[in-house]
Nanobody
């Protein structure tokens, strides 16, 4: 069992930056693929970024490429999402997720554990 706790969300002006963190419990964090998803009001939960267990392989949703960076620190059991040049359409609840199976994935259904989410609000 893995517990995930996100933090770092908040209210930011368009063009600003945020760094989201997701702290994981358990001794097997370094074996999990991690992902970030987001859900805006009235919309489905969408893929944002994923990183493999070693931190070498990443993948991003097209609209965030060049602005978002996913990274992880296995010694700290933490995965991060650096968000730069925020846009109003980035406003959402951001969720961290962990996947037992090897390999990155953009599919929410392939993730086994989820955090409670952290709100990102963007003012224009």
């Amino acid at each position: 069992q893995v517990q995930l706790v996100e933090s770092g969300g908040g209210l930011v002006q368009a063009g600003g930056s945020l760094k989201l963190s997701c702290a994981a419990s358990g001794r097997t964090f370094s074996s999990y693929t991690m992902g970030w998803f987001r859900q805006a009001p009235g919309k489905e939960r969408d893929f944002v970024a994923t990183i493999d267990a070693s931190g070498v392989i990443t993948r991003y949703e097209d609209s965030v490429k060049g602005r978002f960076t996913i990274s992880r620190d296995n010694a700290k059991n933490t995965v991060y999402l650096q968000i730069n040049n925020l846009k109003p359409e980035d406003a959402a609840v951001y969720y961290c997720a962990a996947r037992r199976s090897r390999g990155i994935s953009a599919y929410a259904s392939s993730y086994d554990y989820w955090g409670q989410g952290t709100q990102v609000t963007v003012s224009s």
